[in-house]
Each structure stands twice: as C-alpha cells, then as structure tokens.
C-alpha cells in the first residue's frame, strides 16, 4: 500500500488541495482529506512536495518505437532492446498506457524504413503481445496503422485482429494530392528533406503515387466489420473534406486522427466522433505539414486528445504550455492526455481518471527550474515503478589546474 500525501489532485471534476490518496492493490482505494485515511505501518508514504497527483497518461499514436528500433535507415536495432528501452523513456515523460502505431505501409521511394518491412512489423507485434504476460512497465497497445494501398498486407492485418493483437485500427491514406498532402508544394519540401531528388524525379514519383492502386471501400468495410466484431476502436487518418468524414463514418469510424482543418475538426465533433491532435503542433506553433494548428483548436474545443505523434515529451509540456500561454484550465488540459483517449478507446472504465475503484496509473508531477514540469513519481497498477529525486548541490566542487 501507497498513501500519497501533500499533493494537488487532478480529478475529472477539480484539482483537490488537502487531500491524501491511498493505493491498495492495484486500485485508487480511498481519497480523503488529509490525516482521515487510517493507515498501519505497513504502508509507504510518498510525499509529493506540493506537486500535482494526475493520471497516467494514456498515448493512442505515437511511432517513436519506429525511431528506437531504426534511428538510422541503415541501421536496425534489437527489437527487443528497443521496446524495453523505449518503455523506460515513456515511463520519465509520464505515458503508462502507449499506443504503439506500427504502419502497415508499402516502400516508398523517398523514405525507406526497414522496421516497415512486413516480417519486421509482425516481430514487433508479437513482442508488444509478450509484454502482456512478462514483466514490463507500461501497458503496451497495438495502434495498426493501414496505408490503403498495401494490398498484399490485408490477409495479415485479419489475423492479426482474429489472434486479438490489434487494440486500435487506423485506415490511412498519403497519396500526394489529398489529405496530410494536400498542398504539393509542402509534399516536395518533405520529399527533398529525405533526398535531394530533382523536381522531374519529384514529378514522376506524384504520378506514380496518385496511380497506385488502392483497397477497394468494400474491402476496408470488410475489416471495419472483423474490428468492431472484436471490439477495436476505427480511426480515421488526415481528415480533409466532409465527404470523406462521412465515407469513414459510414463504416464505424469513431475517431479522427489529425483533421487537416479547424472546420473539418468540428464537422468531425458535429458528427459524433472523436478528435486528435499531435501535441508537438503545440509545441512548434503549428502544425510541420502547414495544417491545423492543434493550440488554435483545443481552444475552439474542437480537439478531444493529444498524442506524442513522434516526441513522447510533448504531452506533458503541452498541456502546461496550453494552460500557461493562454489561461486554459488545467483540468480540461488533462482530459486531453488522460480520460478523453480512454474513453475513444473503451477503457475508461478502469483507468484514465483519478476515482476510488479504478486502476491506480497515476503520476506526480513537480516543477524546476521554476515553471518546468517533470515527472517525480509513477505509479501502474498500483505499484511504484520510477520515483525521480531533483537534487540541489549542497556543495560547489570546484577544479584546479596544476
């Protein structure tokens, strides 16, 4: 047992000040005012020096493992180090439930990725599916992501559904033209930033990817269908008019992933589903593709989430970054990374928010360097899993030069 002590509680409803927070077990057991909760020796007290008690936070789109299992096209890593490395980061920034979106895409001539290979896709999968039976630190999900025109990879993404590896199912489309791509000319810009390919090799390649062929609407409907029989959440990625809002509705959408604008943002919430933005657009000030700017709708209360997208630290420092620049409330702010995925995802029941009875995933969040926040303490399942100390230097050690 925890009892966590002097610390600002994040709820769904308030920030409590005042209150102790015990953990037994793996549940949030008893929330009380301060010296209520009655105790026995056997319980360990963490004091959290003034800082914020929240919810862990909970990440549906993030490729960072991409990055930790290939930091170089050249090079490919041990997956294993790289999942077990990469789960010791996302603990230091606060994620304790991450969505690892591995893209089920075909080669692209620009920007080639050997941890896309499909034989590499599928060893991380079932690496993520151990997890769940070893020892590990964060819930680890599968967020497939399926470029529409990776015909071959259909029967595979089936089974990996039917063997019940899949926890969240996005169908994406990157064909210059549309979408996340809509302008060519940021197109060209990211095409020479992976090479420096002439503007005729530029033009060619277009073409060839406005050519290819695609997954018939028949045959996404077809896994929509084997999805939802197996109660996967269906995200629709890079939303970009209302008609395709309502292609992607039409066969159990639930959730759009990087609306391209702020009106197609609302027309996603008008219709019922659910929002998210990259919480690096935060950071940046907009968006690196020249789409919607995530700070500018989260204030027009047209974005539901923030995910890391490819930087895990961004969660945190948004959130604080969006209730310092513009005022926005703290509580609200938390949603964001905390109960909104949860309930997008169906697992609000049991972790998300702070409430007796749920699972305890919870953080304590403290300040340095006077407005910097940091992760201090975290807590999955109700254990404690990282506690970091900042230390002050009680003593200047200074060199000598003989």
Wanted: charged share 30%; with cysteine.
């Amino acid at each position: 047992m925890y009892l966590i002590t002097n610390g600002r509680i994040i709820t769904e409803e308030a920030i409590f000040d005042g209150f102790d927070l015990l953990i037994k077990g793996d549940k949030i057991h008893q929330i009380a005012f301060k010296g209520e909760i009655d105790v026995d020796e056997n319980v360990e007290v963490i004091d959290a020096a003034g800082g914020y008690i929240s919810p862990g936070f909970i990440d549906l789109h993030s490729d960072y493992i991409e990055h930790m299992a290939a930091p170089r096209p050249t090079s490919l890593m041990d997956f294993h180090l790289g999942l077990r490395e990469t789960e010791k980061e996302l603990i230091a920034h606060g994620i304790t439930t991450m969505y690892h979106s591995l893209s089920l895409l075909k080669s692209t001539e620009y920007s080639y990725k050997p941890i896309r290979e499909p034989e590499n896709v599928r060893k991380f999968i079932n690496l993520i599916d151990e997890t769940h039976r070893t020892k590990h630190l964060v819930r680890h999900r599968f967020h497939a992501r399926f470029e529409i025109d990776n015909i071959e990879e259909i029967d595979n993404l089936k089974s990996y559904i039917t063997e019940q590896k899949v926890h969240l199912i996005s169908f994406m489309d990157h064909t210059p033209g549309q979408g996340q791509y809509r302008n060519l000319e940021i197109y060209r810009k990211t095409v020479k930033g992976y090479n420096d390919f002439s503007d005729e090799e530029i033009d060619r390649i277009i073409v060839d990817h406005q050519n290819k062929e695609k997954v018939t609407i028949e045959k996404i409907r077809e896994l929509a269908e084997l999805a939802k029989e197996h109660g996967i959440a269906i995200a629709s990625h890079d939303d970009d008019s209302i008609e395709k809002l309502e292609l992607v509705q039409s066969f159990g959408t639930t959730i759009s992933e990087f609306p391209i604008t702020i009106e197609i943002a609302k027309k996603a919430k008008e219709n019922g589903m659910v929002t998210i933005a990259g919480a690096p657009n935060v950071l940046l000030g907009g968006s690196h593709s020249g789409n919607l700017s995530a700070a500018e709708a989260i204030q027009q209360k047209c974005i539901d989430i923030l995910c890391s997208d490819y930087y895990p630290a961004a969660l945190l420092h948004a959130v604080f970054e969006m209730n310092k620049k513009y005022q926005m409330d703290l509580v609200e702010l938390f949603k964001l990374v905390s109960i909104n995925p949860a309930k997008a995802v169906n697992m609000d029941e049991e972790i998300g928010s702070i409430r007796e009875g749920k699972k305890a995933d919870l953080l304590i969040l403290e300040k340095i360097d006077q407005d910097f926040p940091v992760v201090t303490a975290v807590f999955v399942d109700g254990e404690l899993i990282q506690k970091t100390d900042y230390r002050i230097s009680k003593q200047v050690i200074s060199c000598k030069t003989y």
